[in-house]
């Protein structure tokens, strides 16, 4: 299935094709450098940005070179990334201040946040799970003191450390956008 270009890669193309040849490439990128390639099957626009900006760079607006580089992702898209090499800083010079960032950042805090929802929510079961054990304590009665030090000590040491995990991941998240 042909898959759609990032507002990015369209820009892009803007800049480095012209004419009859930019209809060719919006075709050799939406059909041959798509959800086809091994293990891509599952990508969007978005998701397949860096290949095809490694594609593109490896073109340097030639159509033939192009359709090589679609050749070799095609074979192994980590053999084009391999020659490609890093495409952040080809990126910047392509768009400059064009480059569209924030869409990237979206689905990162959407996973971010159904992550800690889900730590939160295994980490109250656990907490109900341990209440109810230690309510009854050993021989029937009555054992608080368990329970108070998993409250006042178990509790904010995971939060926060999914907090501080979720910040750490953010930013290098973030970091390896820019």
Request: proline content about 4%; aromatic content about 8%; overall charge negative.
């Amino acid at each position: 299935m042909a898959r759609p270009l990032s507002p990015n890669i369209v820009k892009a193309l803007d800049r480095l094709f012209l004419g009859e040849s930019k209809e060719e490439v919006v075709r050799l990128l939406t059909e041959q450098c798509a959800d086809n390639l091994p293990n891509c099957m599952n990508l969007d626009e978005y998701s397949l940005e860096d290949l095809r900006f490694e594609v593109l760079k490896l073109s340097g607006g030639d159509i033939e070179k192009l359709r090589a580089a679609v050749q070799l992702a095609n074979e192994d898209w980590r053999d084009l990334q391999a020659a490609a090499g890093s495409v952040r800083k080809y990126k910047h010079e392509l768009l400059g201040s064009d480059l569209e960032r924030i869409f990237l950042a979206l689905p990162l805090l959407e996973m971010l946040t159904r992550a800690l929802l889900g730590a939160a929510l295994l980490l109250l079961i656990a907490y109900v799970v341990l209440f109810f054990r230690y309510l009854r304590g050993p021989g029937g009665g009555f054992s608080i003191l368990p329970l108070a030090a998993f409250t006042f000590v178990g509790v904010p040491a995971v939060l926060g450390f999914l907090a501080g995990l979720s910040v750490r991941w953010t930013a290098s998240a973030i970091h390896s956008l820019f």
